[in-house]
């Protein structure tokens, strides 16, 4: 089944512990992102990639880092999580630009 | 970069009536146009899409429509059912990484 998989799917941290978030899709897909959902902001996005070691910032990147060393893979890393990180996060890819998305199932993360 | 409005940000129609759900862009560039529908708790999906070369497409009871003169684009649910209840993005992109850009979400709520 095509897909995108993310975890984990809940997760509470505290302030300052390192966390990685991991996305993986098997449709050989170019292009890969990361959005954070906070109500009433909609989906805005905070990393993305074109291919394998090709990465570049979105609209809100402060306070978060990706790699993308395959193609299926891209996590998102919070090297230090503070509370305003608390939100909800999708990974999505899609074929190349210009192409809709197919989401992960997301991530609810609460920094305390 | 480009910016996406949405309105409304709520709406709540009887069961049987039609829904609309209008977008406006900023830039005129943008020529991609894809609709996400997202059930409560889920992740968004892609439900219909429209490119620049097209004023309108249907898919069953969805039809999307796109005035490129006047920067909107506008969504149409007829005979809205129960499960047509979700929170709905447009979405913008001008076929450049890192440019897809979404609206704020309308929240649609058909009443039995």
């Known amino acids: 089944e095509a897909q995108v998989t993310q975890n984990p799917r809940y997760l509470i941290t505290v302030t300052g512990k390192k966390l990685t978030v991991t996305c993986s899709q098997n449709m050989n897909h170019e292009y890969m992102s990361w959005y954070r959902q906070d109500p009433g902001l909609g989906l805005r996005q905070i990393y993305y990639s074109m291919n394998v070691e090709v990465t570049d910032k979105g609209d809100v990147p402060e306070g978060y880092k990706v790699s993308r060393k395959e193609k299926r893979n891209f996590p998102l890393i919070l090297e230090s999580p503070s509370p305003n990180q608390t939100s909800l996060y999708f990974c999505?890819?899609?074929?190349?630009?210009?192409?809709?998305?197919?989401f992960g199932s997301g991530t609810r993360l609460t920094v305390v | 970069g480009e910016n996406v409005e949405q309105h409304p940000s709520t709406l709540s129609v009887q069961e049987g009536d039609s829904a609309v759900i209008k977008c406006t862009y900023s830039?005129?560039?943008?020529?991609?146009f894809p609709w996400y529908k997202q059930e409560l708790g889920k992740r968004p999906q892609l439900i219909i899409d429209?490119?620049?070369?097209?004023g309108e497409k249907k898919d069953q009871r969805i039809a999307v429509t796109l005035n490129k003169t006047a920067k909107h684009f506008s969504l149409h649910i007829t005979e809205t059912q129960p499960e047509d209840s979700a929170v709905y993005f447009c979405?913008?992109?001008?076929?450049?990484?890192?440019?897809?850009?979404f609206g704020a979400g309308t929240r649609l709520t058909v009443k039995p």
């Open positions: 429209i490119r620049s070369n097209v």
């Open positions: 830039d005129s560039a943008s020529n991609y």
């Open positions: 999505a890819s899609s074929l190349t630009t210009g192409f809709g998305y197919t």
């Open positions: 979405a913008a992109s001008i076929l450049r990484p890192g440019d897809m850009r």
